[in-house]
């Protein structure tokens, strides 16, 4: 069966729908400033890189909708890359910080998601993963919502997106303010 891509359609709106961001929160998790190259997962239109864009070397935007690719291009020099999240088409440890935005509840395998972030971060380098908590009430309106558009979103709590981050060099914690949380993963060096 054929999985329409209901980004591809929200891609010409998305940036009007959508509250322009503050990027204090995300550039202080992320730990910008910083030399080295951001990959931006689910980046969608751009509209987090755009905001982190002077701040961090080179950033490419990978994302699954074609849609939203192409919004993200015409906001400037991002290099965009359409794929699935499941399997990055970067070799191990290319990647300074990896940043996913509202988008982990988005993909087919969460876990699969999760090992090829850490896969491509290097040593000494930073994850951090936004999303929305499903603990909180409106959240689970949210995902109802999302379930009638026949969309394939499959929320979790933090503690499992944090939990799925077990390695021995992993050092994980989870940030929280109103209905978003922050999962900042470092990759420790050895």
Request: aromatic letters at 8%; charged letters at 25%.
């Given at each position: 069966?054929t999985h329409i891509?209901?980004?591809?359609?929200?891609?010409?709106?998305?940036?009007?729908?959508?509250?322009?961001?503050?990027?204090?929160?995300?550039?202080?998790?992320?730990?910008?400033?910083v030399?080295?190259?951001?990959?931006?997962v689910?980046?969608g239109?751009?509209?987090?890189?755009?905001?982190?864009?002077?701040?961090?070397?080179d950033?490419?935007i990978?994302?699954s909708?074609?849609?939203?690719?192409?919004?993200?291009r015409?906001?400037?020099?991002?290099i965009?890359?359409?794929?699935?999240?499941?399997?990055?088409?970067?070799?191990?440890?290319?990647?300074?910080?990896?940043?996913?935005?509202?988008?982990?509840?988005?993909?087919?395998?969460?876990?699969a998601?999760?090992?090829?972030?850490?896969?491509?971060?290097i040593?000494?380098?930073?994850?951090?993963i936004?999303?929305?908590?499903?603990?909180?009430?409106?959240?689970?309106?949210?995902?109802?919502m999302?379930?009638?558009?026949?969309?394939?979103?499959?929320?979790?709590?933090?503690?499992?997106?944090?939990?799925?981050?077990?390695?021995?060099?992993?050092?994980?914690?989870?940030?929280?303010?109103?209905?978003?949380?922050?999962?900042?993963?470092?990759?420790?060096?050895?």
């Open positions: 069966m891509n209901h980004f591809d359609f929200l891609a010409p709106l998305y940036d009007r729908l959508i509250k322009p961001v503050d990027p204090t929160k995300m550039s202080k998790l992320v730990g910008l400033p030399r080295g190259n951001l990959l931006d689910g980046g239109t751009g509209r987090i890189s755009y905001s982190l864009r002077d701040m961090i070397t950033i490419v990978v994302d909708s074609i849609g939203m690719l192409t919004q993200a015409r906001k400037g020099s991002f965009t890359i359409c794929s699935n999240s499941e399997e990055l088409p970067f070799k191990n440890e290319s990647f300074t910080r990896v940043i996913m935005v509202d988008a982990l509840h988005h993909v087919i395998d969460y876990r998601t999760a090992n090829e972030l850490w896969r491509v971060v040593p000494g380098g930073r994850i951090v936004e999303e929305p908590n499903i603990q909180k009430l409106t959240i689970k309106y949210v995902a109802l999302e379930k009638l558009a026949l969309m394939r979103s499959h929320f979790i709590s933090p503690i499992q997106i944090k939990d799925t981050f077990c390695y021995p060099n992993a050092s994980t914690r989870i940030e929280s303010e109103g209905t978003t949380s922050w999962i900042v993963i470092e990759k420790l060096d050895g």
